[in-house]
């Protein structure tokens, strides 16, 4: 596996564990065959039309059964959107981690006003408008204005997270551990997907809940323990695609001077330092009064994030066996459009 012959995937397997329940969709094939039929061979085809083996790639990740680990309950219409929006991000985080910083803050610019409603997809130059316009859209029938406005708000964080990791890897600079830490939380995507839980349950929290500082706090926690199993998962990817001056593992390893056997042995324990507090707070959640029970259940989904995401990611081709997209595919990509 590297130099050191140590093995990562063996340490996720064994050392990053989840005390929460892993459940999975049953519609996870129906939405695959959507996904690879209907979006990546159809509706987003032009994208990739003249390289089948990037299309192949993207089928291979199986974003459906990713989605299906993390909204297990979702009724089929519901999972629909939550499924388009897992292969915006693979898109998204494939097109745009090669370019220019200022690329990135029209293409924010751009996508968040699709999401908001200010920009028919039509009107937008940007490669996957149309994939943001169908997606609003979806949202539409099942979450209200001010749910989709937080989620979008999400969406923003991510871009911005994108953004600064592109400074890092054209500067060729590493952050801090801390603002490293800081700068995954959004760019790992996972803040969106938490808001969309009321897609899933179709109970929709009033804002005073997701301002709440506990709340606010576990939802970071989550991210962070994504970050952190992602980061071992995915390093001998990013030392493959020279995205190491964002990877976690990596800026340990700089910082501390340590072997990348210490370095993910103490991406461990920050992990799981973050999975007791996030356990901690789970089981004292502060009186949420009538809303209680629905706080209680959104919080339990949370945890299923986490099980879900080591069960299908130890998985998954994508980091496992070297098989996601050449940097210069993407950067000729970008050219062209």
Request: charged share 25%; with cysteine; aromatic share 10%.
């Amino acid at each position: 596996m590297s130099n050191e012959n140590f093995n990562t995937l063996e340490l996720l397997h064994r050392k990053f564990r989840y005390p929460f329940p892993t459940l999975k969709n049953p519609y996870a094939d129906q939405l695959q065959e959507i996904t690879e039929h209907q979006w990546i061979d159809g509706e987003y085809l032009w994208l990739y039309e003249k390289n089948p083996d990037v299309r192949r790639k993207y089928k291979k990740t199986k974003t459906a059964h990713i989605a299906a680990q993390w909204f297990p309950t979702a009724s089929v219409e519901r999972f629909k959107p939550i499924c388009r929006l897992m292969l915006w991000t693979l898109y998204n985080d494939d097109l745009y981690e090669e370019s220019e910083p200022d690329d990135i803050d029209y293409v924010h610019l751009q996508s968040i006003a699709i999401l908001n409603g200010e920009l028919s997809a039509a009107q937008s130059p940007i490669p996957l408008g149309s994939m943001l316009g169908s997606l609003r859209q979806e949202l539409q029938q099942f979450i209200p204005q001010e749910s989709i406005s937080r989620f979008t708000q999400m969406i923003s964080r991510y871009f911005n997270g994108l953004k600064t990791e592109v400074q890092y890897k054209k500067n060729k600079t590493f952050p801090t551990i801390t603002e490293c830490i800081a700068l995954r939380e959004d760019s790992i995507c996972l803040y969106p997907f938490l808001q969309l839980t009321e897609v899933e349950t179709g109970v929709i929290l009033p804002p005073e809940i997701h301002a709440h500082p506990v709340i606010r706090r576990l939802q970071a926690l989550a991210c962070h323990l994504v970050t952190f199993f992602n980061e071992v998962q995915s390093v001998m990817k990013d030392e493959a695609t020279e995205s190491i001056y964002y990877n976690i593992v990596k800026v340990i390893q700089h910082e501390r001077q340590m072997s990348l056997k210490e370095a993910c042995l103490e991406d461990l324990r920050l992990h799981n330092e973050d999975l007791k507090e996030f356990i901690t707070l789970q089981a004292s959640l502060p009186d949420f009064g009538e809303w209680q029970d629905a706080v209680v259940n959104w919080v339990h989904y949370m945890s299923m994030v986490l099980s879900g995401w080591k069960n299908i990611s130890t998985k998954l081709a994508r980091y496992n066996a070297m098989e996601f997209p050449d940097a210069e595919e993407m950067k000729n990509k970008l050219n062209q459009i």
